[in-house]
């Protein structure tokens, strides 16, 4: 069934979702790499401000005054008013709360301290951790618990070794810009409501073995906090090639695909199983909200498409989604283009003629707030809309070629249905879509075989914000 047969059966939503149908039905061009939808969707007034608000100027300021501790590394002085890491997460703290005072006291501004036990090599005595976490709480109520967590590491290291907390290590792109990304995001979107809980976290001990991500994430699994997403930016602010030309044109974003299976367990979990056996291998929980990012993205920041990497993270490294990934967390990570390594991890020297250190000049302040933009619009669409679909589910109860999805209601106040979701098989992106009432927990796509493409539901509310796409699980009982 094509487009024109699909948008006949919707039901009557208005012209917003129509529009908005008509941008999930003619998809996005390309392979990983999304161009801008050809499509008349309306946008959301408050999340366009929220991209408009975004400042290359605030961020660089951030990005300055990080690099003017000296050291941010783990082992460096706690006591100095002015150096070190004690001295960058008090002033990180102090400007999260200026940001809740000028917002009207809407984020809640903590320390999240804990000990972290000897680990070798790059913590042989241990060290006390510390995270800044900024919260902004939901308001709409069974909506609030939701979670939404936006990261940068604060701390920096410089090699060979790993314990040296003297020696100035500047960290401007690693990860001043990741953590000047998740302020400005707390500065500008504590300014709004939204229906679920956002999370600003500027994490510790990310280059000694991401370890305040790993306590936060752990924590927050055992209080049984529903982190339904996380986004680290970790490097977003090189755009200079080694060749000398420079490359702003796309983000990568680096999304997992089938759940690794964390110690002790050796094997994938039966439903895990069940999902690869029916072809929804590119369809997890990261996977979709890959997706669901790159759309918001191209929908918000068109002149800045993100490019989905199907793959953790670089190759044999890692970062702090790593750890909620391993939580059983949605988690992806944001990285510019191309990475030049003589400004990452590596003393302020300059050798043969090449600076090396990773320095303040060598970050394009106008990239990262495209970062930004493109975090913020999705982080916004993502607290705005209804929780994902679940007990979504796809009829295998005879041989046909129709298909038929069912699902359990949602129970948001402003739901104002379900869209039907399905690409070919080898395609990136959803290519079709159907809207169905919010009253519809059981629909039936005519002419449309389940053996041909990849099916999923999202839930839309009367604002047209849509959640990230539920892959169905098999039902073969009537």
């Known amino acids: 069934m094509g487009f024109d047969g699909c948008r006949e059966m919707v039901s009557t939503w208005g012209m917003r979702s129509l529009r908005r149908l008509a941008l999930l039905a003619a998809g996005l061009a390309g392979a990983a790499l999304a161009q801008e939808p050809k499509s008349t969707a309306l946008l959301d007034?408050?999340?366009?401000?929220?991209?408009?608000?975004?400042?290359?100027?605030?961020?660089?300021?951030?990005?300055?005054?990080?690099?003017?501790?000296?050291?941010?590394?783990?082992?460096?002085?706690?006591?100095?008013?002015?150096?070190?890491?004690?001295?960058?997460?008090?002033?990180?703290?102090?400007?999260l709360e200026r940001?809740?005072?000028?917002?009207?006291?809407?984020?809640?501004?903590?320390?999240?301290?804990?000990?972290?036990?000897?680990?070798?090599?790059?913590?042989?005595?241990?060290?006390?951790?510390?995270?800044?976490?900024?919260?902004?709480?939901?308001?709409?109520?069974?909506?609030?618990?939701r979670v939404y967590v936006v990261s940068g590491h604060y701390d920096t290291i410089i090699m060979p070794t790993f314990l040296d907390g003297e020696s100035t290590g500047p960290g401007a792109d690693d990860d001043a810009s990741g953590t000047a990304t998740a302020m400005e995001l707390a500065r500008v979107m504590s300014k709004y409501e939204f229906d679920?809980?956002?999370?600003?976290?500027?994490?510790?001990?990310?280059?000694?073995?991401?370890?305040?991500?790993?306590?936060?994430?752990?924590?927050?699994?055992?209080?049984?906090?529903?982190?339904?997403?996380?986004?680290t930016n970790d490097i977003v602010g090189n755009t200079l090639r080694e060749d000398g030309t420079r490359d702003r044109s796309h983000v990568r974003l680096f999304a997992e695909g089938v759940p690794v299976p964390v110690a002790p367990a050796k094997e994938l979990p039966a439903e895990v199983l069940a999902q690869m056996r029916t072809g929804g291998e590119n369809d997890f929980p990261t996977r979709q909200l890959a997706r669901f990012i790159q759309t918001v993205g191209a929908r918000?920041?068109?002149?800045?498409?993100?490019?989905?990497?199907?793959?953790?993270?670089?190759?044999?490294?890692?970062?702090?989604?790593?750890?909620?990934?391993?939580?059983?967390?949605?988690?992806?990570?944001?990285t510019e283009p191309y990475e030049i390594f003589a400004h990452e991890h590596q003393a302020v020297r300059v050798e043969n003629g090449v600076q090396f250190g990773d320095l303040p000049d060598f970050v394009d302040f106008g990239y990262v707030a495209d970062v930004a933009r493109v975090n913020a619009a999705a982080l916004a669409e993502l607290a705005l809309a209804p929780a994902a679909p679940h007990g979504v589910e796809l009829e295998t109860v005879k041989l046909e070629n129709d298909t038929t999805m069912r699902w359990a209601a949602n129970?948001?106040?402003?739901?104002?249905?379900?869209?039907?979701?399905?690409?070919?098989?080898?395609?990136?992106?959803?290519?079709?879509?159907?809207d169905v009432p919010k009253e519809t927990t059981r629909y039936t796509i005519k002419g449309v075989s389940k053996d041909n493409v990849i099916f999923g539901l999202e839930a839309v509310d009367a604002g047209g914000h849509a959640?990230?796409?539920?892959?169905?699980?098999?039902?073969?009982?009537?």
Do not use: C
């Not at 959640?467 to 009537?478: G, I, L, N, T």
């Open 300 to 334: 918000y920041v068109p002149r800045f498409p993100v490019q989905i990497v199907y793959r953790r993270d670089r190759y044999l490294r890692g970062g702090d989604h790593s750890p909620f990934l391993d939580q059983g967390f949605a988690a992806v990570r944001f």
């Open 196 to 231: 679920a809980t956002i999370v600003f976290l500027t994490v510790g001990a990310e280059e000694q073995g991401l370890h305040g991500s790993a306590h936060w994430a752990k924590a927050a699994r055992e209080k049984g906090v529903k982190v339904e997403a996380m986004f």
């Open 99 to 145: 940001y809740s005072r000028e917002s009207g006291g809407r984020l809640v501004v903590e320390f999240d301290a804990f000990q972290q036990p000897p680990t070798m090599p790059r913590l042989p005595h241990g060290a006390e951790i510390v995270n800044v976490v900024a919260t902004l709480p939901g308001t709409q109520p069974g909506a609030r618990d």
């Open 45 to 95: 007034p408050q999340i366009e401000k929220i991209t408009h608000e975004i400042s290359p100027a605030n961020i660089e300021a951030t990005i300055r005054k990080l690099v003017s501790f000296k050291t941010r590394h783990t082992l460096s002085t706690t006591t100095s008013p002015d150096a070190g890491i004690g001295a960058a997460r008090n002033w990180i703290k102090g400007e």
């Open 411 to 434: 129970t948001e106040p402003d739901l104002a249905g379900y869209r039907i979701v399905w690409r070919d098989t080898t395609a990136p992106q959803w290519e079709h879509a159907l």
């Open 467 to 478: 959640s990230p796409a539920v892959y169905p699980k098999p039902r073969r009982d009537p």
